[in-house]
């Protein structure tokens, strides 16, 4: 896979100084957790994953989450365990017989009930487990965490070198972890836990709408969920355990619940930058934002998670694609600075102006910075210097019927 490969050559070069580089699910650890970026879920129910993939149907889709869990009403979990199989196993012979190719291959993630249905899928599947990246475990817990883990890791132990890694992905979305009586020694408890199993965790994962849903709240379409206070409060902790450079682990960020609708009435859009925020030295971008405050409300919250350090989305909807991919592009600007400060790492500079003379770059504080943007920069590519997101959104309409 390659984020943006629906792009001409003609048109990556007008927009991109550095193309993102291709990336599959035997990446290292290290780039693959920024590369899950937009995950499209889909409920295992669902009969047509596997032509959806095969014919491209969601145009920039390079990670899909297969749904066990809330998208499965519980009477029908034995039905889309068997559909799950069924598009898997014909993934597989679509790739056997070269209708569909590896490179469009999305990363692909199955979300499970249980410890033990993630050992009942790991049988299952067989060999055509090698098309899986990982497990996503909802709802995860120290209760519960040691039983979804010990499975990931004695399942790696099997396989021969060289082998994929299968990696596990938690959700952080339960009362122990959102009240504030019971959260620092939860989180404290699954940090040590993960640890344990760093090699096989890809990212941790924020679940917002379980967390809302203990207060009763729910964020409209023109907020974000920086203004709903007990989760901000909660994501904050949760940043500043698992988000420390020593933690090594990418915190991926909730769900946006809102897409456009041509039943639902204009409304004037809400998004708050100006056209001279855009560009990269300031000048001549035009601002041309989505009409949907849906739209503006998802841009804004991926704004607001790159600045608290988080990458990656949960996205219910393909029109989400294209809006959280154009904002892990990395600017020329953020580019040069952290080159600039990577290559002054030598012990005889301590600070120097940007090469925008506009900030001061302080080379330890803002190392880690720099290496965060070098790393998104292989996968999400850099812009030119008179690029900016914008040049990477697309006004189309997509369907998920």
Same mark, same amino acid.
């Given at each position: 896979?390659?984020?943006?490969? &629906? #792009? ?10 550095? $193309? ?51 998208a499965v009403g519980d ?14 196993? +014909? ?21 499970? +009930?249980? $410890?033990?249905?993630?050992? +009942? ?18 709802? #995860? ?14 399942f790696n132990r099997q ?31 699954? !940090?040590?836990?993960?640890?344990? &199993? ?59 619940? &809102?897409? =456009? ?34 739209? *503006?409300?998802?841009? +804004?919250?991926?704004?607001? *998670? ?25 600017? &020329? ?21 940007? *090469?925008?003379?506009? !900030?001061?770059?302080?080379?330890k504080p803002h190392m ?26 697309? =006004? ?6």
């Amino acid at each position: 896979m390659r984020y943006f490969d &629906y #792009f001409t050559w003609e048109e990556e070069e007008a927009v991109f100084f550095s $193309a993102p580089t291709p990336f599959d699910h035997t990446t290292e650890r290290e780039l693959l957790a920024y590369a899950v970026g937009a995950a499209l879920y889909c409920p295992a129910t669902r009969p047509t994953i596997s032509e959806d993939i095969l014919n491209r149907k969601h145009e920039g889709l390079t990670t899909m989450v297969i749904d066990l869990e809330d998208a499965v009403g519980d009477h029908l979990v034995e039905m889309a365990e068997e559909s799950l199989l069924q598009q898997i196993f +014909r993934l597989s012979s679509f790739l056997k017989i070269g209708s569909l190719s590896r490179d469009h291959l999305p990363l692909l993630f199955i979300r499970i +009930r249980s $410890a033990q249905q993630l050992a +009942r899928m790991i049988e299952r599947l067989e060999e055509k487990i090698s098309l899986i990246t990982g497990f996503i475990f909802p709802k #995860f817990t120290t209760a519960n965490g040691e039983a979804f883990f010990s499975q990931i890791a004695a399942f790696n132990r099997q396989q021969s070198v060289g082998s994929p890694v299968l990696y596990g992905l938690p959700i952080l979305e339960t009362p122990a972890i959102i009240y504030r009586e019971t959260r620092l020694e939860e989180l404290l408890a699954i !940090k040590q836990l993960l640890d344990r &199993y760093q090699r096989y965790v890809l990212n941790v994962r924020i679940g917002a709408t379980d967390f809302s849903s203990l207060f009763g709240l729910r964020r409209s379409k023109t907020m974000t969920i920086y203004d709903i206070l007990p989760v901000r409060d909660c994501m904050a902790d949760i940043i500043n355990i698992f988000g420390r450079m020593d933690a090594s682990y990418v915190i991926s960020g909730p769900v946006w619940e &809102y897409f =456009s609708s041509s039943k639902q009435a204009p409304v004037p859009s809400l998004f708050p930058l100006q056209p001279e925020q855009l560009s990269g030295r300031g000048e001549r971008w035009p601002l041309r934002h989505s009409a949907a405050p849906e739209t *503006d409300g998802l841009l +804004r919250e991926v704004m607001m *998670d790159k600045e608290n350090g988080i990458i990656g989305k949960t996205i219910i909807h393909p029109s989400h694609i294209r809006p959280v991919q154009s904002l892990y592009a990395v600017t &020329y600007e953020e580019y040069i600075d952290a080159q600039s400060i990577i290559a002054s790492h030598n012990g005889y500079v301590g600070v120097l102006k940007s *090469d925008y003379a506009n !900030k001061m770059n302080e080379v330890k504080p803002h190392m880690n910075w720099a290496n965060r943007v070098i790393a998104r920069s292989k996968i999400y590519g850099v812009l030119h210097e008179e690029q900016h997101f914008i040049a990477l959104l697309a =006004s189309q309409e997509q369907a998920y019927v």
